[in-house]
């Protein structure tokens, strides 16, 4: 009798303490992780989308002579497999679930890294529910870059979530305390090949952290995205990036041709580790 009772217990703490397998650091911290959810569509909504499709455009300075990015991505939401087209430049990605590719890649990030960058960036609110997701503390606070106060909560991984990203890297959330959509968040990235394009000492572990600003969100057929970011200095003395995202496309059709590898693919053979 008495190990049937520690059996229901331990069964009780996890299952009282884990929901969709992350880890909150507090019961604070899950009730506003909810209501923001709640707040961009509810989890339940987004967990049933097929296909995720969209257009992102980024300005910045810093990307040389052609000083926009414009890709096209269609993600398959259960497996987070995904393609993008790239017009300007003429290149194409694919990832499979597995490996990255890209045909005349001629973007400066590798297709391992930047297979998911923009995903994440429109899908935090639902993605704090992802497996090996770590929800910290919560903090009120007033920051200059928002209007309204916000609750401050970083997140942070016990696994690299998805090819191409690092356990390095962390997400610390801005959620408006008053209607609690996410205004904005602090992001680092330690992906190791991409701190080698940007020539960061070897020492340095991660780039960053920026602040990135949700400066508009709109309704997208019932869901909450942020469609104009802007990319900042933590002091919002710099601003590096504009981003705007439009062209949004709910379960469409998937194109499982674009998991078939071309004769002219080059796979991005890199990993988390820097050279």
């Given at each position: ?19 969709g ?51 096209d991505?269609?993600?398959?939401m ?28 001629r ?11 923009f995903f ?99 309704d ?43 004769k ?12």
């Amino acid at each position: 009798m008495k190990t049937k009772i520690i059996g229901l217990l331990v069964v009780f703490l996890v299952v009282g303490n884990s929901f969709g397998q992350q880890k909150y650091a507090s019961k604070e911290t899950k009730d506003v992780i909810e209501k923001m959810m709640e707040a961009h569509g509810g989890y339940e909504k987004w967990k049933n989308l097929k296909t995720f499709s969209f257009t992102t455009a980024m300005y910045s300075k810093s990307l040389g002579f052609l000083r926009f990015w414009i890709n096209d991505q269609t993600v398959d939401m259960k497996t987070r497999r995904s393609y993008q087209d790239w017009p300007l430049v003429g290149s194409q990605m694919s990832y499979d679930g597995k490996e990255a590719w890209g045909v005349n890649w001629r973007v400066g990030n590798p297709p391992n890294h930047q297979h998911s960058v923009f995903f994440y960036y429109l899908n935090l609110p639902w993605l704090t529910q992802d497996a090996n997701v770590k929800l910290g503390e919560v903090k009120k606070l007033k920051h200059p870059a928002f209007k309204n106060e916000v609750y401050k909560i970083k997140m942070t991984y016990t696994k690299i979530p998805i090819l191409g990203k690092s356990i390095r890297d962390t997400y610390t959330l801005y959620i408006d305390a008053q209607n609690y959509i996410l205004s904005g968040y602090e992001y680092t990235v330690g992906y190791g090949p991409l701190l080698d394009i940007l020539k960061l000492p070897k020492d340095k572990k991660v780039f960053g952290p920026l602040l990135r600003i949700n400066n508009y969100t709109a309704d997208i057929n019932g869901l909450k995205y942020p469609v104009l970011m802007t990319t900042n200095s933590l002091d919002l003395k710099e601003q590096y990036g504009d981003h705007a995202i439009y062209n949004f496309k709910m379960n469409e059709k998937f194109d499982e041709s674009r998991m078939i590898k071309p004769k002219n693919a080059v796979v991005d053979t890199s990993t988390d580790v820097r050279k």
